[in-house]
């Protein structure tokens, strides 16, 4: 099974920074990653499909790189809403695997 | 607008059997891929399985299989969990999505609680 790894667990920012999440997978899974945001009692919510897609909807200020083994979600500007779990995903082959998840918290 | 409903949720003993079902509409849902993902009460989310729009293809993941089994009605844009033998780790809430890119469309989830 293809394991993914996601840093840092936790990550403290204030309104404006730039937020940068890591995804590793324990083997290549080319392009085949997608990045959720969670917030508490919700489903989660799909933002960047096949690594660097943006979902219809999302705003522009999301953006998913990385291919391979590599993979990032960045915030170019962290806004109140964005408080939340986010977590990565691949859909190279099944089982489907899940990283552990990265909360954005308040510094 | 498409929604999914999740329903089936229930407190139930180790050992019992429980049957989820979601419901879509606002989707041709025979074209969608559907899967069931589940999440233990303030922990991570964990895939558990995935049928095709044709219902040719099933997948699960080895906590569930042998256990669990998903079905779908095209006629009824439904789609069902067959839960057996449940086990205390499967206390979770167990959420329905359409399944392509990832998963695109969520259920608001049902919560199942295994425990004597």
């Known amino acids: 099974d293809i394991q993914m790894t996601q840093s840092p667990s936790t990550l403290s920012a204030s309104v404006g920074d730039r937020v940068t999440i890591t995804c590793r997978a324990s083997?290549?899974?080319?392009?085949?990653l997608a990045w959720y945001q969670q917030k508490p009692g919700k489903a989660p919510k799909i933002l960047i499909y096949?690594?660097?897609s943006l979902e219809s909807g999302v705003p522009p200020r999301f953006s998913g790189s990385g291919s391979g083994t590599e993979f990032t979600l960045s915030i170019s500007s962290l806004q109140p809403d964005d408080f939340a779990t986010y977590y990565c995903?691949?859909?190279?082959?099944?089982?489907?695997?899940f990283g552990q998840g990265t909360t954005v918290e308040v510094k | 607008e498409v929604q999914l409903v999740e329903s089936g949720g229930d407190l139930i003993r180790p050992g019992g059997s429980l049957r989820l079902s979601c419901a879509a509409s606002?989707?041709?849902?025979?074209?969608?891929?559907m899967s069931w993902v589940r999440q233990v009460p303030g922990k991570g989310l964990e895939w558990v399985s995935s049928?095709?729009?044709?219902?040719?293809?099933?997948y699960y993941a080895d906590s569930v299989k042998g256990r669990f089994i998903i079905s779908r009605d095209n006629s009824k844009s439904t789609l069902n969990l067959q839960m057996n033998s449940l086990r205390v780790e499967d206390t979770a809430t167990y959420y329905c999505?359409?399944?392509?890119?990832?998963?695109?469309?969520w259920g608001q989830g049902t919560k199942v609680t295994v425990s004597s």
């Open positions: 096949k690594a660097s």
């Open positions: 995903q691949h859909y190279h082959t099944y089982p489907w695997t």
């Open positions: 999505a359409t399944t392509w890119r990832g998963f695109e469309m």
């Open positions: 049928i095709s729009g044709s219902a040719d293809n099933t």
């Open positions: 083997q290549s899974i080319s392009s085949w």
């Open positions: 606002g989707v041709i849902f025979s074209e969608y891929a």
